[in-house]
């Protein structure tokens, strides 16, 4: 375990900014915007400001603002943050950050949190400076080893009892923590995911006419929100694109930019998460080409839910109404349910102070 700075080559610097100038536009099919994919003004747009008005080193300061350190475990370079607490008895929380996303997505937690915890947020492998060794490992980066690499993480940390926290991959990972080493995690906190349909006989019974309505609504709008195909596409052949995002800064940037798009509703009216933090984002996958490497969360992990477990509690800040809530009963130990409401799918980019006040409520009642 050794301390680490991010320091990226002026040469990589440059080399984006070549790339940027000397983009080779598509022309822009017809029909409505955003309805075949990005528009191709509105990208124009967002890559000249990111290569005349979005700044990196700037970026690159805040986040060496905050501790962090790499160390390799299963074979695996892991990076991570580890910003301690003035409270020396406060209580250690790991916290895992989302797809299409990176550590920049905890730039608006760190600070607040660790007024409160001890926390350690890594890069999941094959994200940012976690990179995938060469050649790759052949034994599949599932929810499962992530959650064992998180906990010998822990364990080189000196922490034997510790909080768990997670959104979108993380809300996979946290609980396998959970249910693996129950004797370690003292609960789990996520933004949703729990309480889904699953199709098992009598899944709907004990449920009210208007709760069956709300969960069928959501089952039916994620059946047919395949929007662009991604998801399956990613689970079957996600080494295709990865030729692209790895050449192009531009192809990673109107991919990333598409997923937020169907998570978040972003266009050029209504950009929920600041401009340039979600520039950080891209030009973390572009400076480390992790844009290919990321996908494994959809191609070992099919499910894409969060698993079931009452190893530990379980808290939700986003859960949606009671009807998800009492379906996640069943086989959840769920102490802490809130139906928080935010149009953006990256919360802690777009909504972090709800998002701390809830992770402080939860991990409080179980002191």
């Known amino acids: 375990m050794r301390p680490f700075t991010i320091d990226i080559p ?3 610097l440059d080399d984006l900014q070549d790339r940027l100038s000397r983009t080779r536009w598509p022309a822009a099919l017809p029909g ?11 990208l124009q747009d967002l890559v000249a400001h990111w290569r005349d008005g979005y700044r990196w080193r700037e970026w690159e300061r805040r986040l060496n603002a905050f501790p962090q350190f790499v160390d390799e475990i299963d074979g695996q370079q892991v990076h991570f943050f580890h910003v301690r607490s003035a409270n020396e008895d406060a209580l ?10 990176s550590i920049a997505e905890f730039l608006n937690l760190l600070g607040p949190l660790s007024e409160t915890f001890h926390v350690v947020a890594p890069s999941l492998p094959g ?21 064992r690499t998180w906990a010998e993480l822990m364990s080189r940390l000196g922490y034997d009892r510790y909080g768990a926290h997670g959104n979108d991959a993380g809300a996979l990972v946290s609980p396998q923590l959970g249910a693996l080493f129950p004797e370690h995690v003292v609960g789990v906190h996520i933004t949703g995911g729990v309480g889904m349909l699953t199709g098992a006989p009598g899944e709907l019974e004990g449920l009210s006419e208007e709760e069956r309505a709300s969960v069928a609504w959501l089952a039916d709008m994620l059946a047919g929100s395949g929007g662009s195909g991604y998801a399956p596409y990613l689970a079957a052949r996600p080494q295709t694109l990865s030729f692209g995002w790895s050449d192009s800064p531009v192809a990673q940037l ?7 798009r169907e998570f978040d509703g972003w266009q050029p ?3 929920p998460i600041e401009r340039d933090l979600v520039l950080t984002n891209a030009s973390l996958y572009w400076l ?21 477990q009452s190893a530990v509690p379980t808290g939700v800040s986003h859960g949606g109404s009671s009807a998800f809530r009492r379906l996640a009963e069943r086989h959840n130990d769920i ?11 990256m919360l802690a980019m777009a909504a972090p102070e709800p998002l701390v006040a809830d992770i402080r409520r939860f991990f409080a009642a179980l002191s």
């Open 10 to 12: 002026q040469a990589d």
């Open 32 to 42: 409505e915007q955003w309805s075949r994919g990005v528009p191709v003004p509105y």
């Open 92 to 101: 250690p929380l790991i916290i895992t950050h989302s797809w299409p996303n």
């Open 127 to 147: 994200f940012g400076f976690s990179p995938f060794p060469e050649p790759a490992d052949e034994r599949p980066w599932s929810v499962e080893r992530v959650a």
């Open 254 to 260: 109107a991919y990333l930019v598409e997923r937020f």
């Open 269 to 271: 009216d209504h950009e």
């Open 288 to 308: 480390t080409n992790t844009g290919g490497s990321s996908s494994w969360t959809y191609y070992e992990n099919a499910a894409g839910m969060p698993i079931d």
């Open 335 to 345: 102490v802490h349910w809130e139906d928080l409401e935010h149009p953006s799918h």
